[in-house]
């Protein structure tokens, strides 16, 4: 890692550096625990993309895009939708309707949770890529202003 | 109990309405804002939405706070005088809350038993009833939105893409990233920017040719 002659912040980029694993995990948790607490693909979206953002914020654009590469958010932008419309897909495949989850599985119920797993993934994915794209494109476009 | 809190949460989101109007630092604003989110969460805890409160916490409190503080780098911190408040606009505000309040006339009341959606028999009392037979998870508003209701949640999922490829299309991702890298020069820190460039340590930039907005 490289020394950068003036560091300022050095207390936010430490204590960030340690709140954004934790942020990533609580994440993860509203995402996969959305079936019994409160929570779900949305608010598990916007959580990941905090994380990110705030690492944006404190470490600067470029080392965060380092990370998280455009061409990685593009594909969570549209691998959500591609993930959610396809479960629906998957259940006309298998001889249901579209998004009718009893068919993923021999037992209705177990089918029903699968569908409802791979959907709030396919949700959390599209909101976590388009947040981040979010925050990718107004801040490159201050970084750009402010040069010129 | 209820009643109480209930009145000293909305009364302070009243109270903190008034001053993101009338003050004049925007960061204080943003701030404010932030906190009104955090309020009215907590006024949708207290009537039992728990999904309403979170998705109002991490939306409203967390990720439009971050980014209201990133438009606020592009800015002044101070809001610029106006010369004089205009009566018209007076006018036109009063006339529409008016209006907006005397549609709420007709709605149910909060909590009422005979309310549609509480009366209607394919609606609550259905999915209380039946959605752990048919669906499973025990946060019925998870199965009403996943699995009853999944057509719906697609719609959003697209709109939510709809949105980002919008402004994707409109702003752009850049492909090649310029070779600066200072942590110094992060979004978040909006003092030094203005000496930031000023003393001239930004170095070769990729010359910019006109071209330079779309990638």
């Given at each position: 890692m490289k020394i950068y002659p003036r560091q300022r912040h050095r207390v936010l980029q430490v204590i960030a550096k340690l709140l954004v694993p934790f942020v990533l995990?609580?994440?993860?948790?509203?995402?996969?625990?959305g079936d019994f607490g409160p929570g779900g693909g949305f608010q598990a979206g916007v959580i990941f993309a905090a994380a990110i953002i705030l690492h944006g914020l404190i470490f600067g654009l470029q080392r965060t895009r380092r990370v998280v590469t455009p061409g990685a958010v593009r594909v969570?932008?549209?691998g959500g939708v591609l993930i959610y419309a396809g479960t629906g897909v998957l259940c006309m495949l298998m001889g249901g309707n579209l998004l009718d989850y009893d068919v993923?599985?021999?037992?209705?119920?177990?089918?029903?949770?699968?569908?409802?797993?791979?959907?709030?993934?396919?949700?959390?994915?599209?909101?976590?890529?388009?947040?981040?794209?979010?925050f990718y494109c107004f801040a490159s476009r201050r970084t750009d202003d402010a040069r010129r | 109990m209820d009643h109480f809190i209930i009145i000293c949460l909305l009364s302070f989101l009243v109270a903190i309405a008034v001053g993101i109007v009338v003050l004049r630092d925007l960061l204080a604003g943003v701030l404010l804002s932030g906190l009104y989110?955090?309020?009215a969460a907590a006024a949708?805890?207290?009537?039992?939405?728990?999904?309403v409160a979170f998705?109002?916490?991490a939306v409203g409190a967390g990720i439009s706070t971050i980014l209201f503080l990133g438009a606020l780098t592009f800015?002044?911190?101070?809001?610029?005088?106006?010369?004089?408040?205009?009566?018209?606009?007076?006018?036109?505000?009063?006339v529409t809350g008016g209006l907006l309040i005397y549609g709420t006339l007709d709605m149910p009341y909060y909590g009422s038993a005979t309310s549609p959606a509480q009366t209607h028999p394919e609606l609550a009392v259905r999915f209380i009833e039946q959605s752990a037979g048919e669906v499973g998870p025990p946060n019925i508003v998870t199965s009403v939105l996943a699995s009853y209701r999944g057509y719906d949640t697609l719609g959003e999922v697209v709109v939510v893409f709809a949105a980002g490829i919008a402004v994707l299309s409109l702003l752009g991702l850049r492909r090649r990233t310029p070779v600066v890298e200072a942590p110094d020069d992060a979004p978040g820190d909006v003092p030094g920017n203005a000496n930031g460039n000023a003393n001239g340590d930004s170095p070769e930039r990729p010359t910019d040719n006109g071209s330079g907005t779309r990638t």
């Open positions: 995990m609580f994440a993860l948790y509203v995402q996969f625990h969570l932008v549209s993923l599985a021999h037992d209705p119920l177990h089918g029903q949770h699968w569908g409802i797993f791979f959907v709030e993934l396919g949700v959390g994915v599209t909101v976590t890529g388009v947040m981040i794209s979010l | 989110s955090f309020v949708f805890v207290v009537m039992d939405a728990v999904d998705t109002e916490a800015t002044r911190h101070d809001q610029k005088r106006r010369g004089h408040d205009s009566l018209p606009a007076l006018v036109f505000v009063v």
